[in-house]
């Protein structure tokens, strides 16, 4: 039976990549319905052809598992940003980095746009995350600059890019994979955000063991899967000041908290914490109001 990687799927039918290059379009065997489980792009499977087609057979174990884009085995997080045309998230950016985190996902902070910046502001971005654990890379998809750094983190992953609308994912991703098939979309006039192009889930294989997939902008970013009581875990900065008066600090309101005290001396970005105590108590309120439902 031949293996291959989902790289497409349509309806009930799923575009399967081999090593050789040949894309096989399969059916998925019904079995997979009666054990609750959909064949997803990025899942790696047996297939065998017959004379009425091709029949997916087998789904291998899965490494990893998104929602947002419903992708298998992703092993690296892309996140593209930009500090103005659209203006910059530092709460949405933290939440990004967390949920790769939190599905296990390597995360490479992408600035975009870095032709319009200057030095200072470049300097004050990669001084706020360059303890979050995430590679940062500063390019210009326009110029092309740095654009090639980041390829090369790319090799051997399969990638997921993702950011708000209007941070130029398209653009980059078709520089990378050196294809038009993405489209751009420009900045609303009147929001001043993007407006949101990439429609459909699909893996771009750009060598062999290397993937890539665009995801459809957004505003706004919500987390799942982690309690605000183990928030903290998905900070790695705060590891360095794990001793605190108490060992079940959450970081929040305790006396003698280490974390609170680095973040006064500059040794955690403000920005940063400030971000960590929003979305705990977002978490928190979320989490109380099912408990009194």
Not at 161 to 175: E, P, Q
Not at 202 to 217: E, H, K, W
Request: proline fraction near 2%.
């Amino acid at each position: 039976m031949p293996y291959a990687i989902i790289i497409k799927g349509v309806g009930s039918f799923y575009h399967v990549l081999e090593k050789s290059g040949e894309v096989t379009v399969c059916k998925a065997r019904g079995v997979f319905k009666n054990r609750n489980l959909v064949p997803l792009v990025g899942d790696k499977v047996f297939f065998e052809k017959n004379s009425q087609g091709a029949l997916i057979t087998k789904i291998l174990p899965r490494t990893s598992v998104l929602e947002r884009p419903a992708v298998a085995n992703a092993t690296l997080g892309v996140i593209v940003c930009t500090l103005k045309s659209p203006d910059i998230s530092y709460l949405t950016l933290d939440k990004m980095l967390i949920s790769n985190k939190i599905n296990n996902l390597k995360s490479v902070l992408c600035l975009n746009k870095c032709d319009l910046y200057e030095k200072e502001q470049i300097y004050s971005f990669t001084d706020i995350y360059k303890k979050s654990g995430a590679k940062i890379i500063v390019l210009s998809a326009k110029t092309k600059e740095n654009v090639k750094n980041l390829t090369a983190l790319l090799k051997d992953n399969t990638c997921v890019f993702y950011g708000v609308s209007g941070s130029g994912k398209s653009t980059l991703i078709n520089l990378i994979t050196g294809n038009n098939e993405y489209v751009s979309g420009s900045l609303s006039e009147k929001t001043q955000r993007g407006k949101n192009t990439t429609r459909h889930t699909q893996l771009d294989c750009v060598s062999a063991g290397t993937y890539i997939m665009d995801t459809p902008g957004f505003s706004s970013f919500d987390l799942k899967n982690v309690c605000h009581n183990d928030l903290w875990k998905y900070y790695d900065e705060f590891y360095d000041y794990s001793y605190c008066k108490y060992n079940t600090c959450k970081h929040i309101g305790e006396p003698s908290c280490a974390v609170k005290s680095a973040v006064m001396d500059g040794n955690i970005s403000k920005i940063r914490y400030e971000n960590y105590v929003k979305i705990y108590n977002e978490l928190k309120k979320s989490e109380e109001s099912k408990t009194n439902k």
